[in-house]
């Protein structure tokens, strides 16, 4: 059963990326199609809003493995925090690309760009601690600590672009404070490749989960063998 919502919910994701990928490209106004800035901003903005997300889910994750203990709990985190890393880095090159066409360089140390970059390289420390440490419950009172303070880390960028008046654009989509807004339904396709992207990482978070418990259960079978033979 759990295969027919993998495979279900990374065929949604294919299919909403390409229709409205499509949409984009094809059907918007002649005056959003001869910008090709614009365009990056479609999948820029929704791949570091579904960052986002994960980043959150995982922090929440990661305070319930504080309260229980559970180690499922910390394990869906690790999952949900790489895929959200993986989101984030396209975020950031998609970005930089975006301020290649507008600016005319690739990257400038604004201060909602610096922000990104400095919670970015926070999660790549959480990946890179849960390597380092073997022992499990030590590795995930550790990172979990760490996911807070990341999801602090995340919740900075987010408002930085109301805070800060700097190179970066001031918010366009409709729900956020100062928005500048994109024009009648100029703005509908980013929710589009949002909902496209979080399914896509639902599908990459089972997969990611299934290799944990193989591993678990490698690691038991591991500690059975070692225990006969000692």
Same mark, same amino acid.
């Given at each position: 059963?759990?295969?027919? @919502?993998?495979?279900?919910? #990374? $065929?949604?994701?294919?299919? =909403?990326? !390409?229709? /409205? +990928?499509?949409?984009?490209?094809?059907?918007?106004?002649?005056?959003?199609?001869?910008?090709?800035?614009?365009?990056?901003?479609?999948?820029?903005?929704?791949?570091?809003?579904?960052?986002?997300?994960? @980043?959150?889910?995982?922090? #929440? $994750?990661?305070?319930?493995? =504080?309260? !229980?203990? /559970? +180690?499922?709990?910390?394990?869906?985190?690790?999952?949900?925090?790489?895929?959200?890393?993986?989101?984030?880095?396209?975020?950031?090159?998609?970005?930089?690309?975006?301020?290649?066409?507008?600016?005319?360089?690739?990257?400038?140390?604004? $201060?909602?760009?610096?922000?990104?970059?400095?919670?970015? +390289?926070?999660?790549?420390?959480?990946?890179?601690?849960?390597?380092?440490?073997?022992?499990?419950?030590?590795?995930?009172?550790?990172?979990?600590?760490?996911?807070?303070?990341?999801?602090?880390?995340?919740?900075?960028?987010?408002?930085?672009?109301?805070?800060?008046?700097?190179?970066?654009?001031?918010?366009?989509?409709?729900?956020?404070?100062?928005?500048?807004?994109?024009?009648?339904?100029?703005?509908?396709?980013?929710?589009?490749?949002?909902?496209?992207?979080?399914?896509?990482?639902?599908?990459?978070?089972?997969?990611?989960?299934?290799?944990?418990?193989?591993?678990?259960?490698?690691?038991?079978?591991?500690?059975?063998?070692?225990?006969?033979?000692?």
């Amino acid at each position: 059963m759990r295969d027919y @919502f993998l495979y279900g919910f #990374a $065929a949604i994701a294919a299919m =909403l990326l !390409t229709w /409205n +990928l499509h949409h984009i490209f094809i059907d918007l106004p002649p005056v959003i199609q001869n910008v090709g800035a614009y365009k990056i901003v479609y999948m820029h903005v929704s791949i570091i809003l579904a960052s986002f997300i994960g @980043f959150f889910v995982s922090l #929440a $994750a990661s305070s319930i493995y =504080l309260a !229980t203990g /559970n +180690l499922k709990y910390d394990a869906f985190a690790a999952g949900v925090t790489e895929v959200a890393v993986v989101y984030a880095t396209a975020g950031l090159a998609l970005g930089s690309l975006w301020g290649r066409f507008a600016w005319g360089i690739w990257w400038t140390w604004d $201060a909602r760009l610096t922000s990104m970059l400095i919670c970015w +390289l926070m999660y790549l420390g959480y990946l890179m601690l849960r390597q380092a440490i073997p022992e499990p419950t030590e590795r995930a009172r550790l990172c979990a600590v760490l996911s807070i303070f990341g999801g602090v880390g995340v919740t900075f960028v987010y408002k930085s672009i109301e805070w800060y008046r700097t190179q970066h654009p001031a918010p366009v989509l409709s729900f956020r404070q100062g928005a500048g807004g994109m024009g009648p339904g100029l703005e509908t396709p980013i929710y589009w490749n949002l909902l496209a992207l979080l399914f896509l990482g639902t599908a990459m978070i089972m997969v990611r989960m299934r290799q944990e418990q193989v591993s678990r259960e490698i690691d038991a079978l591991r500690r059975i063998a070692h225990s006969h033979a000692a």
